[in-house]
């Protein structure tokens, strides 16, 4: 099937697409041994596609958990010049994106993939897959646990109940396992804040069936295929 150029090199784990449209106009890319124009289409089952005289070859698909610290986004570049998830990834030898997003002062399971069909049906809201937190508050948390798994709404937006288990409580900290099926941006954070209480430290510790572990924040891990095929049942 007929892909556009930079696609398929994207796809190849070499670069970005907007890194291969520049390759592209800078006479670098061939099909069939012809410069290409951006826009050009190919197909992989019968073109060669080359990149400086070097045909493309499949990308190995990868499936990464990585322990993000805090301090750290989820991007691959930042104009910040923030610590990025790609720089902690960089020796696993192809090019992965983020499957959704940890902010940057949250930590602990994050995915990473250069499989975009298997990243879409992770995301997509109608799996709705389970995530795991463990949220430290401060505040008045008498009663909070309550208020958070009765909470409906955030700022006008309808959101799913939560699930959230007391695991610890003194008279003005709290520490809490919530359980989400959906990813609304910060929710835990709002609605924290929605009932009183402030954010001490947020961790995601299981997707899935799947668990954060003993996985040393900083590093990374490929999935089994034990921990794939469990996913895929999601």
């Given at each position: 099937?007929?892909?556009?150029?930079?696609?398929?090199?994207?796809?190849?784990?070499?670069?970005?697409?907007?890194?291969?449209?520049?390759?592209i106009?800078?006479?670098?890319?061939?099909?069939?041994?012809?410069?290409?124009?951006?826009?050009?289409?190919?197909?992989?089952?019968?073109?060669?596609?080359?990149?400086?005289?070097?045909?493309?070859?499949?990308?190995?698909?990868?499936?990464?958990?990585?322990?993000?610290?805090?301090?750290?986004?989820?991007?691959?570049?930042?104009?910040?010049?923030?610590?990025?998830?790609?720089?902690?990834?960089?020796?696993?030898?192809?090019?992965?994106?983020?499957?959704?997003?940890?902010?940057?002062?949250?930590?602990?399971?994050?995915?990473?993939?250069?499989?975009?069909?298997?990243?879409?049906?992770?995301?997509?809201?109608?799996?709705?897959?389970?995530?795991?937190?463990?949220?430290?508050?401060?505040?008045?948390?008498?009663?909070?646990?309550?208020?958070?798994?009765a909470?409906?709404?955030?700022?006008?937006?309808?959101?799913?109940?939560?699930?959230?288990?007391?695991?610890?409580?003194?008279?003005?900290?709290a520490?809490?396992?919530?359980?989400l099926?959906?990813?609304?941006?910060?929710?835990?954070?709002?609605?924290?804040?929605?009932?009183?209480?402030h954010?001490?430290r947020?961790?995601?510790?299981?997707?899935?069936?799947?668990?954060?572990?003993?996985?040393?924040?900083?590093?990374?891990?490929?999935?089994?295929?034990?921990?794939?095929?469990?996913?895929?049942?999601?």
């Open positions: 099937m007929e892909e556009r150029v930079q696609k398929l090199i994207a796809a190849a784990g070499l670069c970005s697409r907007r890194t291969a449209e520049a390759w106009e800078a006479g670098r890319v061939t099909v069939n041994g012809a410069p290409v124009a951006l826009g050009s289409r190919a197909d992989p089952g019968r073109d060669e596609v080359c990149v400086d005289g070097v045909p493309l070859a499949p990308a190995r698909k990868r499936y990464l958990m990585l322990n993000k610290p805090r301090g750290c986004v989820c991007t691959l570049s930042d104009e910040q010049g923030r610590p990025t998830v790609a720089e902690l990834v960089a020796d696993c030898g192809a090019r992965v994106v983020p499957v959704g997003r940890l902010d940057f002062d949250s930590e602990g399971l994050l995915l990473l993939t250069n499989d975009g069909a298997w990243l879409q049906r992770v995301l997509h809201p109608k799996y709705g897959v389970e995530k795991a937190y463990r949220v430290t508050v401060a505040g008045d948390v008498r009663g909070a646990a309550a208020k958070l798994a909470l409906r709404d955030l700022d006008g937006e309808p959101i799913r109940p939560a699930r959230v288990e007391t695991l610890r409580e003194g008279r003005e900290t520490e809490y396992e919530i359980v099926h959906e990813g609304k941006n910060r929710q835990i954070r709002r609605m924290c804040a929605a009932v009183g209480l954010v001490k947020l961790r995601r510790v299981r997707e899935h069936r799947l668990l954060l572990g003993d996985l040393p924040s900083g590093k990374w891990r490929d999935l089994t295929a034990e921990e794939l095929r469990d996913f895929e049942k999601a």
